[in-house]
């Protein structure tokens, strides 16, 4: 699916503050006597680039964490950008789809439809059940843009809780990550003799429904203290038990709201960026009622699906395209999206669709020719379903474009300037948007609590980034913007009335802030 938009304009919000972070506490462990831990982290990092392939990287990684956590998460901390590509989007992708042909040791727990009717014995044998504060659940059924994996799913529960550990600072123990069997539709996968999961097709809705219904019941009942992370869904599941549960227990999808969170936040740096270099005004209100725009904001999207342009006289569209169908458009249908681009003149290109090459030469350089400082947004995931690539958009706008991409991408020296890329994706987003919410102790996770996270993203940019036109903070300050994203997240779920830490409210700003800082977790 391809959203194009129109013109956004949004000025700043109030810049955080931020605490300084407690010391790390000295690393102890199995190590041998004359082993020196600088020289150590040295050798790691030097075993690690030996590796030619990055499904090596990401197997001897695992291993690294399993054996020596805080060495893992150390050399994770020191070198973000060099370790998220291979323990989460794109080499993570691999990972699943190679998941039972390179399966080592258990990592997290499955609950299968056969578990149906006892699925409170299954949680009970998870070895840390007081500790239990996040757990990232996944039926495998759309990992990434790959399609359905089945249970080889497993590793994208395991990778975003890494960086949940990494870039929030949740304790490793309070992490559960968890693949649900309820078959699979991928034939190679029920054909190959390696494959670890059921070797069934797919339940019917209904009766996923029923055990969904007993999985997160259960869940409540094991783990009072648990927010529940919903990840890789098919589209129409995702929003079926997002909307079926989202009220009654702590619980978000990071598709469609830390995705949603993450792009928003992008957007309204671009956009900013944009309306000051095509002189136009700015066209969007103050912040924080960023609800009420919704109305606004459906008049400037226009979203595009494989049949062309959705709009209402098209005839019958799935749910959750109604919402930004135009209801001011009649037709003929316009299939083609250059055609599109001519017919919208958008400011911004967005790309969900895991089609490459989906944004050609012809439409980035139409978005050039109608804009002086285009928007456009690539978010398929992994990198190989990129609608195209940083290259691609600087090449063919002539190096003016505001880029931002799902799946990491490098920098570009382009006519003797450096050019970045900007990663829209959830990772920016869910570390401080979970740990506000277990900090609060939040009953549920509000869509302001949600906006909230976008906004502090939004805001954290330092003058440096924001000079250099980054539309996303440095990678490197996950634990700062965590930390940030996880205090507005308090402060909205306390206005939304949802937290249940009372003793938060009545600290100020920055003792809220120490506050989340003293709660992080170091290696
Ligand atoms: O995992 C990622 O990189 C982002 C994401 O949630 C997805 O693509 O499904
Ligand atoms: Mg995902």
Redesign the pocket.
């Known amino acids: 699916m391809t959203i194009v938009l129109t013109p956004y304009w949004s000025n700043g919000v109030q810049k955080l503050k931020m605490a300084p972070q407690p010391p790390p506490k000295p690393a102890h462990g199995l190590t041998p006597p004359t082993l020196n831990d600088e020289v150590h982290a040295q050798r790691c990092m030097a075993q690690l680039r030996s590796k030619d392939k990055d499904i090596e990287k990401y197997i001897y990684l695992s291993a690294l964490k399993e054996q020596d956590p805080h060495m893992f998460y150390r050399l994770c901390l020191s070198h973000m950008p060099e370790f998220t590509p291979i323990i ?2 794109p080499t993570v992708g691999q990972a699943c789809q190679e998941y039972s042909k390179n399966y080592r040791r258990p990592e997290g727990l499955f609950v299968s439809i056969k578990d149906k009717g006892k699925i409170r014995s299954v949680l009970k044998a998870w070895p840390k059940l007081d500790d239990a504060r996040i757990s990232v659940v996944t039926d495998g059924s759309r990992i ?1 843009g790959l399609g359905d994996l089945g249970i080889n799913g497993m590793p ?1 529960s395991i990778g975003k809780l890494s960086l949940y550990i990494a870039g929030a600072g949740i304790r490793p123990h309070s992490t559960i990550p968890i693949c649900l069997d309820l078959g699979t539709n991928t034939q190679k996968y029920l054909d190959d003799p390696l494959y670890l999961g059921l070797r069934k097709k797919r339940v019917p809705t209904d009766e996923m429904t029923a055990f969904m219904d007993e999985f997160m019941y259960e869940m409540s009942i094991a783990f009072p203290k648990l927010l529940v992370q919903f ?2 869904f098919s589209t129409d599941h995702a929003f079926l038990y997002l909307e079926r549960y989202r009220n009654q227990y702590p619980v978000f999808n ?2 469609i709201q830390g ?1 949603g969170a993450v792009v928003l936040s992008g957007f309204i740096n671009a956009a900013r960026l944009s309306s000051a270099a095509s002189g136009r005004p700015p066209l969007l209100a103050p912040h924080p009622l960023l609800r009420c725009r919704l109305g606004w904001s459906r008049e400037r999207i226009w979203l595009v699906d494989s049949q062309g342009l959705v709009y209402t006289a098209r005839g019958e569209l799935a749910e959750h395209k109604e919402y930004f169908a135009r209801r001011d458009y009649q037709g003929p249908p316009i299939k083609d999206l250059l055609d599109i681009l001519e017919y919208v003149k958008p400011t911004a290109l967005m790309g969900l669709s895991t089609m490459s090459g989906a944004f050609s030469r012809e439409a980035i350089e139409t978005m050039a020719a109608l804009n002086p400082l285009p928007i456009i947004f690539p978010l398929s ?1 992994p990198v190989k379903l990129s609608e195209c690539t940083f290259e691609d958009a600087v090449k063919y706008t002539d190096g003016k474009v505001l880029f931002a991409s ?1 799946s990491p991408f490098h920098e570009i020296n382009y006519n003797g300037k450096m050019l970045y890329p900007g990663q829209g ?3 920016y987003i869910f570390p401080g948007l979970g740990l506000g919410a277990i900090l609060a102790r939040c009953s549920s996770v509000t869509d302001s609590m949600v906006e909230a996270s976008s906004l502090g993203l939004a805001n954290s940019l330092t003058p440096e980034e924001d000079a250099m036109g980054l539309l996303y903070p440095a990678i490197e300050r996950i634990r700062e913007i965590s930390a940030g994203i996880a205090m507005q997240v308090i402060r909205s779920a306390q206005e939304a009335g949802v937290d249940r830490h009372p003793e938060l409210r009545a600290m100020s700003d920055p003792e809220l802030l120490a506050f989340v800082n003293s709660k992080m977790w170091n290696p």
Do not use: K
């Open positions: 989460y989007t990434l994208i990840e890789d990071d598709d995705t995931n799902g994706n959830n990772m």
